[in-house]
């Protein structure tokens, strides 16, 4: 929610949001979250100091106190902010100081979120926005665990382009789509590694640069290029968002390092064998992925042969502490690494080629010893 104009009272505001929220949250129960103002410090949206936001941003986190008070919903609502453009220091500052000697005890900040642009030239900046914000709130005596949303990124902000550089206008555009592709995994990637809680793609369709479109024009259902990476990004979604979902599983080597795990097909892991015995890994978000139990080793006292010696030979595989089909960050030896986009970055409109890996595995630890009987087959 947002005004382009700050004409009105705080005290209307709040009617706007409360009135706003009663409807919506009614119609769609699902509705979890609210930012209730964009970009404040542009000029599209008041272009506003932090002291003259704050009242407003009060007024939101009444409204939505009324409202989940009065509905009492299964979801209640939770809100944050500001939701300014770039995580920029000279605004966030005052703003969590302005929050923190708020004296209201009904005061929320559930999340803090900002919007994200200008990342052409160096997407890698991307990765350390978590930590700069969380040490911003650290230094406001706030507590820096708080979740970060970016609610909008990219590489290109409102109406710009990377330049032209003797294109034409058209094939300019379709050099700009396929940077915007590649520079969102980039970017995307970026938020992963730094533990960004949740990023949010912008946008379907734009309406005034087709850069950030998402799907052809006119064409029902056919995706540009950003199209499909925001597919792509979707199926990382349940194995990588460390806040929604805090899918993790502990390492079997006994450390209990958590690692982020999905299978070689880049899908969302496979439930646990039978075998397995659970407990739930407690994150910032909630409860976990659980973790297995290691499976007993098979011993045999004779070697089967034929198709039950192959058969036998896998569950082996299954059962040396290295659970099937998963691909882990920063494990231990004997794990592999997540295949994920290869270390390339969108500078200055152009695609790096990636570096050429040998292998994207740990280093193998010794294989234990076979328990099998080396008495002959009779």
């Known amino acids: 929610m947002s005004s382009p104009s700050v004409a009105e009272t705080p005290a209307l505001w709040e009617e706007i949001v409360r009135t706003t929220l009663l409807d919506h949250k009614r119609r769609y129960p699902q509705i979890d979250s609210v930012m209730p103002w964009g970009e404040a410090n542009q000029a599209s949206s008041g272009n506003m100091t932090p002291s003259q936001f704050y009242p407003f941003y009060r007024a939101g986190y009444r409204a939505v106190n009324a409202v989940n008070e009065q509905l009492k919903p299964a979801i209640p609502i939770i809100m944050g902010g500001p939701g300014i453009s770039r995580p920029r220091p000279e605004w966030l500052n005052p703003f969590f100081a302005l929050y923190a000697a708020d004296q209201d005890k009904g005061k929320r900040l559930d999340f803090v ?23 911003m709130l650290g230094g406001a005596g706030l507590n820096p665990a708080t979740p970060v949303w970016v609610t909008e990124f990219g590489l290109y902000g409102g109406d710009t382009d990377g330049g032209a550089d003797g294109r034409t206008p058209e094939e300019d555009l379709e050099h700009d789509q396929l940077v915007q592709a590649a520079g969102i995994a980039a970017v ?6 730094g533990k960004m809680n949740r990023p949010f793609q912008w ?3 734009h309406g005034e640069n087709l850069r950030k479109d998402m799907f052809v024009e006119g064409l029902d259902g056919v995706r540009l290029p950003f199209g499909h990476v ?3 990004l979707g199926m990382l979604k349940p194995s990588l968002d460390g806040e929604r979902l805090d899918m993790r599983i502990s390492s079997l080597r006994g450390d209990d390092r958590p690692c982020p795990v999905r299978d070689q097909r880049g899908q969302h892991p496979r439930p646990l064998p039978a075998t397995s015995t659970a407990h739930e890994v407690k994150g ?5 992925l659980a973790k297995p139990a290691a499976q007993p080793r098979g011993t045999a006292s004779r070697p089967p042969s034929g198709a039950a010696s192959r058969n036998a030979s896998r569950t082996r595989r299954r059962s040396m502490g290295r659970p099937s089909g998963l691909l882990s960050s920063g494990c231990p030896s004997g794990r592999r690494r997540p295949s994920f986009p290869d270390r390339g970055d969108v500078v200055a409109g152009q695609h790096l080629r990636p570096r050429r890996r040998r292998s994207s595995a740990c280093p193998a630890q010794p294989r234990p010893p076979s328990t099998r009987s080396t008495a002959p087959v009779t």
């Open 203 to 205: 946008v379907v369709h």
């Open 230 to 232: 925001v597919v792509m």
């Open 113 to 135: 979120c900002y919007q994200s642009y200008g990342l052409l030239d160096a997407p890698i900046q991307a990765q350390s926005e978590r930590s700069r914000v969380q040490s």
């Open 284 to 288: 910032p978000g909630g409860v976990g």
């Open 188 to 193: 995307s990637r970026y938020y992963i590694i």
